[in-house]
């Protein structure tokens, strides 16, 4: 079985009016990827579904929220491959489910749901052993197979080396640890987490690092949050309508809606000298946002 192959992702000038004078933005739009495996989230499968064909396996099992964009992607892939998907749900499976759910199981996806407490303190281990015919993945994606799918985002960019810093959003620490790996010594990678507390996340993708090569300089700010995973604010809410106003580019609430809000004031703040490129990674995501009011958002 051949994995598909998909273009190219464009990148977007950006000027927005509160950028400064003498910085070059521009966004990776991996949104643009494919319709529903969008995003970082095919870089982070497509190694894992390449390991298991080579095992010989027909069943990818994952983890996930109500509105996981890991679980999307993974259902819409292993549907496309032919392959049997399961999901491991966090919570009580409640009377109506969340629309990703529900294109989830339309994908073909059975749905397991656990407690919070149970998911707490799964692993893939224990899982293996009661779908032992299942190659496991982790929540989002994090593994080294996932590490190594994310080297690969800058090959698909013109003249990738020209910029000075690469930004992007982070969750579990995958896709900024394969940035890190693949960037040039000359670049700057800064991640903004987008849990709180998010502490964690410099250890854990220090332990994805590779150790044969010189690496860039990196750095995490944990301040942009917004007050945790998948919080939103009327300010988050109303930066994102004027930026698709002022670029077309619609963000999300979760990830890359936060990540341009840090840019901005990181921008604004002096952080990035005169003549600084500075490319933003747009991770997609946007499925998340129906789960949003109609009419918040003014491009839905």
């Not at 929220?65 to 819409?76: E, K, R």
Request: glycine share 12%.
């Amino acid at each position: 079985m051949i994995l598909p192959v998909f273009p190219s992702p464009p990148v977007s000038s950006l000027q927005p009016d509160w950028l400064p004078v003498g910085i070059t933005a521009h966004m990776l739009r991996l949104d643009q990827l494919h319709s529903t495996v969008s995003g970082n989230k095919w870089y982070k499968l497509k190694y894992n579904l390449e390991a298991a064909l080579a095992e010989g396996r027909d069943t990818l099992l994952t983890f996930g929220g109500a509105w996981s964009n890991h679980l999307a992607a993974t259902a819409a892939a292993c549907n496309m491959l032919g392959m049997r998907s399961i999901g491991v749900v966090r919570g009580e499976r409640p009377p109506n489910l969340s629309i990703t759910l529900q294109q989830v199981e339309a994908n073909g996806m059975e749905l397991v749901f656990i407690s919070r407490e149970e998911y707490r303190h799964a692993t893939t281990a224990q899982w293996a052993i009661r779908y032992p015919n299942a190659f496991v993945i982790p929540e989002g994606g994090g593994n080294a197979w996932g590490v190594r799918g994310c080297e690969d985002i800058l090959s698909g960019v013109p003249a990738h080396a020209s910029y000075s810093h690469i930004m992007c959003a982070g969750g579990t620490g995958t896709t900024l640890a394969g940035l890190i790996n693949s960037a040039g010594t000359h670049q700057e990678v800064i991640g903004i987490p987008v849990l709180k507390n998010a502490g964690w996340m410099q250890a854990a993708i220090a332990a994805l690092l590779r150790e044969d090569t010189d690496l860039p300089r990196w750095q995490l700010f944990r301040d942009f949050h917004g007050g945790g995973y998948a919080k939103t604010t009327t300010a988050l809410i109303a930066f994102i309508n004027n930026f698709y106003t002022q670029t077309g580019i619609p963000l999300d609430i979760i990830y890359t809606g936060k990540m341009v809000m840090a840019f901005q004031e990181l921008a604004l703040g002096g952080h990035f000298a005169a003549g600084s490129r500075v490319l933003l990674v747009h991770t997609g995501g946007l499925q998340g946002n129906l789960s949003l009011a109609p009419g918040v958002l003014t491009y839905q």
